[in-house]
């Protein structure tokens, strides 16, 4: 069986499932989270709160401990078996006072876990809590993905770059080869004359600033880049 109460937008849309087997503990305790402003889903069972699961999802599960043919332990087992409510916070809620149900309870998962009768302030403080901690763990897996997302593109620009910076590099190495056998003809003065024309040395000095730029690590200034590149093109035409 299934309950629902309507969600309160002052409370921001949150949405507690409540699992529990005794009609009277489900009805005490959807009451006090209604009067909180909670939106409320319960079912009697372990069985019903698992195939509930698949079709929507809470935002927080408060999870009797003793219930018939599956037990809050094996529901909480098998929520974190699953990966679609293995992050889903979990408070389980029992009778048993004593450490080793606790114990139990937290190693099989719990995030929380509240004793009856329960202290209906402590019990919201700890909804809201885990709420919290929930909120701040997607917001920075978002952030994680959009860094990602960052980097990548970054670590593309960059590959692009460097394929465009290992050509221009090539490219100076064969003017400085063919400069330097043109010097050395028995007709230098010729040949450095018919060379006086071109921007070597302001080639040279940008494309120091673009080498020191990605030996340091840093993305080259994409201007500056256009700038040498035309420099290089106009020196090749004027070498043809």
């Not at 372990?46 to 927080?60: H, Q, V």
């Not at 293995?86 to 006072?97: E, F, N, Q, S, Y």
């Not at 700890?126 to 997302?149: C, F, P, V, Y």
């Not at 050509?167 to 080869?177: D, N, S, T």
């Amino acid at each position: 069986m299934i309950e629902t109460t309507p969600i309160d937008p002052d409370n921001h849309g949150v949405t507690v499932l409540v699992v529990d087997d005794m009609a009277a503990n489900r009805s005490v305790l959807c009451r006090q989270l209604e009067l909180h402003k909670y939106g409320v889903i319960s079912v009697d069972s372990g069985e019903a709160a698992l195939e509930l699961l698949t079709r929507t999802r809470p935002d927080i599960v408060l999870l009797d401990y003793m219930m018939p043919n599956m037990n809050g332990i094996e529901v909480l087992r098998r929520l974190r078996a699953n990966p679609a409510t293995v992050d889903l916070p979990v408070i389980m809620v029992t009778a048993r006072a004593e450490n080793q149900a606790t114990v139990e309870a937290l190693e099989a998962g719990a995030d929380d876990y509240v004793t009856k009768p329960i202290d209906f302030s402590v019990l919201r403080a700890r909804i809201d809590s885990h709420l919290q901690k929930q909120g701040n763990a997607s917001a920075l897996r978002m952030s994680n993905a959009a860094l990602d997302e960052k980097v990548t593109m970054r670590s593309l620009i960059l590959a692009d770059l460097n394929g465009e910076l290992e050509a221009e590099i090539a490219l100076r190495k064969q003017l400085e080869q063919e400069l330097a056998k043109r010097t050395a003809e028995p007709h230098p003065t010729q040949a450095i004359t018919s060379l006086g024309d071109l921007p070597l040395a302001e080639i040279s000095q940008k494309f120091d600033i673009v080498f020191d730029s990605i030996v340091a690590g840093k993305t080259p200034n994409l201007a500056l880049m256009y700038e040498l590149k035309e420099l290089l093109n106009k020196l090749t035409a004027q070498e043809t």
